[in-house]
C-alpha cells in the first residue's frame, strides 16, 4: 500500500508523542496502584495488629464484654467496615459492622485494586509465645480512596486525549503546509519530463514562495530546467555536426570493413598454424615424456612379470605333486584288494610327508595372491600408458586429480624411487571437470622435475605430492627438496624453449606446455621456489558450481 506524504509526516510526527503518553499513562495508572496497595495494606495491618494488642487480654480470659465493648469503640472509626474475634477452631467470639460483608466468606485480600466488593479483607493471629489463640478479622472500607484513583485516572485520560488531539491538529496543520510547498515541485516535475520528450523548456519553471528549505529547492528547479535548456541547444548544434560527420565516416568504415576483413583472414590462417604447430610441439614434448618413462616402465612391467613367471613354475610343480598324489587315490578308491588297498594308503602318507603337502597347500594362496598383485601392478602400468596416450584429445570429463596423481605414480615411480622419496598427502577433494590425458602430462612433467631436480644435488632428497581445495579450486601442489630456482629466472619458467638444464637434457617446452594446458581449463599454473632449498609447483584446477558429487579420494 502506497502512503502519502501527508500521511508518513502526519503519522510519524504524531506517533512518538502517542507512544510517549501511552507509557506516561500506564506508569501513572501502575504507580497509583502501588501506591493504594502499600496503603492499604500499611493501614490493615497497621489497624490489625492494634486491635489484637488491644483485646488479647480479654480474648484469652474469655471477656466478652470487654471484647463486645472494644469491637464497638473500634467500628467507631468509619473506616472499619466490620470486625470478627474467633478461636483457632473458626468459634466466633464477637462480630459486628456491615452486616452484608460478615455474610460473605472471608477470604483475606492482598492487593487494594482487586477488591471488587470496596472492603479490603485482612486477618491478624492472636499469638501468646508463638502459640496460636484465635484470629482478629478487620474489613476496611476502601470505597472512597477507590473512587479518588478512579477520578485521577477519568482526568489523565481526558488530558492525553486532548494532547493527542492537539498533536494531531499540529501535524495535519505541517503535513498540509509541506504538500502545498512540494506539490507546486511535483507539477513542475511533471511539466520537465514533458518538456524533455518534446524539446520545448518554455513555461515550465514554477513559483518560489518564502525563504526556507523549499523555497531553496524550487530555486534549484529553477536553475537546472535552465540548464537543460541550454544544454538542449548545445546537443541540437551537436547532432547537427554529428550527422555530417557520420556522412564522412561510412566510407571510411567501408573502407577499413573490407581491410579488416582480410586481416581477419589472415589471422584464422595464422591460428590455425599455430594450432598445427602447438599439437606438433605438444606431441613432440610427449614423445621425449615417452622416451624418459620407457625405461622406467619396462623395469616396472618386467618386475612383476618376472616373479608370475617364477610362481607359474613353481604352481606346476605343485600340480604334478597333486596329479600323482590323485592317481594314487583313483587307484585307491578303484582296487578290491585290502593288501594292495594298504600298501597304496601307506603310499599316499608317504608322499605327503616327503613332499610337505601342509606347506605346499598354504603356498598355494600366496603364490597366487602374488601373482594376482603383480598382474594387477602390470595393468594399472598399462592403464597409466593408456590416459598418457590421450594427451591431444579434445575430451574432458568430471574426473578426481587424486586418480591421476596415483596413475602418474605408477609410471614414473621408477624413476623417482632411486633419487628421492615420495610422500602423497592426498586430501578429500571434489571432481573437477578435465582432460585426463593432458592433466597426466602435467602432473607427469612436474614429478620428473622434481626428480631431476632432487637429483641434480646429489643428496637422497623428498618429493611430497599433495591435493587441497582453497577457495573455488583444487590444488595439486608437487614440492622438493632440490636445486631450486634462481629469482631472476622464475620470471622466464614458463617462456616456450627456456630450461636451465644442461643442452640436449631438455626441449624447454615442458613448464610452457602445462602452462598452457592448465590456461585450457581455466586454472593456474604458478611457482615459489628459494635458491639450494627447493621449489613448490602448484596445479589450480577450478571446481564445477552446480557438481552433485560428493567429495572422493
Not at 487 to 505: R, V
Request: aromatic letters at 6%.
Amino acid at each position: 500500500m502506497r502512503l502519502s506524504l501527508r500521511t508518513k509526516t502526519i503519522t510519524g510526527v504524531v506517533s512518538i508523542p502517542a507512544i510517549l503518553l501511552i507509557v506516561l499513562v500506564v506508569t501513572i495508572f501502575q504507580f497509583l496502584n502501588d501506591l493504594v496497595d502499600s496503603s492499604v495494606e500499611k493501614s490493615a495491618s497497621t489497624s490489625a495488629a492494634l486491635f489484637v494488642s488491644t483485646t488479647k487480654n480479654a480474648f484469652l480470659s474469655y471477656d466478652l464484654s470487654s471484647l463486645d465493648a472494644d469491637v464497638t469503640e473500634i467500628l467507631t472509626n468509619p473506616n472499619i467496615a466490620y470486625v470478627r474475634v474467633k478461636d483457632k477452631n473458626n468459634r466466633v467470639f464477637v462480630e459486628k459492622g456491615d452486616t452484608r460483608a460478615l455474610q460473605n466468606t472471608f477470604n483475606e485480600d492482598t492487593s487494594a485494586s482487586h477488591t471488587d466488593d470496596g472492603i479490603y479483607d485482612t486477618r491478624a493471629p492472636i499469638l501468646v509465645n508463638d502459640t496460636l489463640y484465635g484470629y482478629v478479622e478487620m474489613g476496611l472500607n476502601i470505597a472512597s480512596v477507590t473512587d479518588s484513583v478512579s477520578r485521577v485516572r477519568n482526568w489523565t485520560l481526558t488530558l492525553a486525549v486532548l494532547e493527542f488531539i492537539l498533536v494531531g491538529l499540529l501535524s495535519y496543520l505541517l503535513g498540509s503546509y509541506l504538500m502545498r510547498q512540494l506539490q507546486s515541485l511535483h507539477t513542475g516535475a511533471n511539466h520537465l519530463g514533458e518538456a524533455i520528450e518534446n524539446n520545448h523548456y518554455q513555461n515550465i519553471f514554477i513559483e518560489v514562495r518564502g525563504k526556507d528549505e523549499l523555497s531553496d529547492l524550487a530555486e534549484a528547479f529553477n536553475h537546472l530546467v535552465e540548464r537543460l535548456r541550454e544544454e538542449h541547444g548545445q546537443r541540437q548544434r551537436f547532432e547537427d555536426e554529428l550527422k555530417e560527420l557520420n556522412a564522412l565516416l561510412e566510407d571510411k568504415v567501408k573502407d577499413r570493413t573490407a581491410k579488416l576483413n582480410q586481416k581477419n583472414m589472415e589471422l584464422e590462417e595464422t591460428n590455425k598454424n599455430l594450432k598445427e604447430a602447438q599439437v606438433q610441439l605438444l606431441q613432440a614434448e610427449k614423445m621425449a615424456s615417452v622416451g624418459q618413462l620407457a625405461a622406467g616402465v619396462a623395469h616396472e612391467i618386467n618386475n612383476p612379470i618376472g616373479f608370475v613367471s617364477s610362481n607359474i613354475s613353481t604352481l606346476n610343480d605343485y600340480i604334478a605333486t597333486y596329479q600323482m598324489l590323485f592317481a594314487q587315490v583313483t587307484a585307491l578308491l578303484n582296487s578290491d584288494d585290502e593288501a594292495q588297498r594298504l600298501a597304496l594308503i601307506a603310499d599316499i602318507k608317504q608322499n605327503i610327508i616327503d613332499k610337505d603337502m601342509a606347506f605346499i597347500n598354504e603356498d598355494i594362496s600366496d603364490l597366487l595372491n602374488d601373482s594376482t598383485e603383480g598382474l594387477h601392478r602390470v595393468a594399472e602400468i598399462v592403464k597409466g600408458l593408456k590416459l598418457f596416450s590421450r594427451v591431444d584429445s579434445d575430451g574432458v570429463q568430471l574426473h578426481n586429480i587424486n586418480d591421476c596423481v596415483r596413475t602418474t605414480l605408477a609410471m614414473v615411480n621408477n624413476q623417482l624411487k632411486y633419487v628421492c622419496t615420495v610422500e602423497t598427502k592426498l586430501g578429500n577433494v571434489p571432481a573437477v571437470t578435465m582432460n585426463i590425458g593432458k592433466i597426466s602430462q602435467v602432473v607427469t612433467n612436474l614429478l620428473i622435475n622434481a626428480g631431476q631436480a632432487v637429483e641434480s644435488t646429489g643428496v637422497h632428497g623428498r618429493v611430497t605430492i599433495s591435493t587441497v581445495v582453497v577457495d573455488d579450486f583444487v590444488e595439486l601442489r608437487v614440492e622438493d627438496t632440490g636445486c631450486g630456482i634462481p629469482q631472476d629466472n622464475l620470471d622466464k619458467l614458463f617462456n616456450p624453449f627456456f630450461t636451465t638444464k644442461p643442452e640436449g637434457q631438455g626441449t624447454g617446452l615442458g613448464l610452457s606446455i602445462s602452462f598452457g594446458i592448465a590456461q585450457e581449463h581455466g586454472g593456474r599454473l604458478s611457482v615459489t621456489s628459494e635458491e639450494n632449498e627447493g621449489s613448490m609447483f602448484t596445479l589450480a584446477l577450478p571446481i564445477v558450481k552446480d557438481e552433485s558429487d560428493e567429495p572422493e579420494t
